[in-house]
């Protein structure tokens, strides 16, 4: 599968008449292709990325074109569906970032305040838990469960973790919203799940490109202890960590199970 990861952004310095250009950058996700235009002002729009497409692609066609910024997101979708392409957004374009930062572009998005999440999802109880590294890959390998989310690039093996790492997550114990909830973080694309200390302290679900739920508050000190071991561990794990959802603490069926990772 071949794998674009695209950005059309102003670029921070004009040109040496002060016009303001507009660039757009694809490169694939090992940056073995690159490809860069600049545009005027009055030229940016989805015709002319479209264009830009056209030629990239003159070698191959991409299967899906990746993008992290909101504010590209609408035009490129316009650009790519008029030639037939897919696109995603994502904020795990690690390519596409890495060559940004080399440029010194800004690639930090302005992100809402965390809302709860609705009513209607919420679980019963939830709790933190550990996995082995070596057991993330094998764990439901013989249990049917209906939504399974574990990139490669976030598995144990190719994040170099030993086999005995404990890897943190949370268990959110649904009752009979269980399936609900995990359709509705399906769609929602969780990135990450982080403690974020206050008062009071709270879970923090990172999804999408930009959105922020709230998936837990709580002001129990050992709670709130737990929360920082979670956080500790994350560290030793590179950013690795889960969310299971799952109906009850019977260990018999599961809803949904995701491998996080700290944000790109």
Request: proline residues 8%; charged residues 20%.
């Amino acid at each position: 599968m071949l794998i674009w990861q695209a950005d059309f952004y102003r670029c921070p310095h004009p040109d040496a008449t002060g016009q303001v250009l507009w660039e757009l950058l694809i490169c694939n996700t090992t940056r073995s292709f690159k490809y860069e235009a600049t545009c005027s002002q009055r030229e940016a729009n989805s015709s002319w990325i479209a264009s830009q497409f056209e030629i990239a692609a003159r070698e191959q066609k991409p299967d899906i074109i990746q993008v992290f910024r909101p504010q590209s997101l609408s035009l490129i979708e316009q650009a790519a569906n008029s030639l037939g392409f897919s696109v995603e957004p994502t904020r795990r374009t690690l390519a596409l970032k890495r060559w940004l930062r080399e440029k010194n572009y800004p690639i930090s998005l302005e992100k809402p305040p965390p809302v709860p999440l609705p009513e209607n999802l919420w679980g019963e109880q939830w709790r933190f838990a550990t996995l082995k590294a070596g057991d993330v890959e094998d764990i439901f390998h013989d249990r049917p469960i209906p939504i399974l989310d574990t990139p490669d690039f976030l598995l144990p093996i190719n994040l170099g973790l030993a086999s005995t790492l404990p890897v943190p997550g949370i268990v959110i114990y649904g009752g009979r919203q269980s399936m609900r909830l995990a359709r509705w973080l399906q769609t929602s694309r969780p990135v990450a799940l982080n403690y974020v200390a206050g008062a009071p302290d709270g879970l923090i679900l990172e999804a999408g490109l930009v959105d922020r739920w709230i998936v837990a508050t709580f002001e129990d000190q050992e709670v709130a202890s737990a929360a920082q071991l979670y956080e500790q561990r994350k560290q030793q794990s590179h950013g690795l960590h889960f969310l299971l959802v799952q109906p009850d603490d019977s260990g018999m069926t599961y809803s949904g199970f995701w491998l996080l990772g700290k944000e790109d």
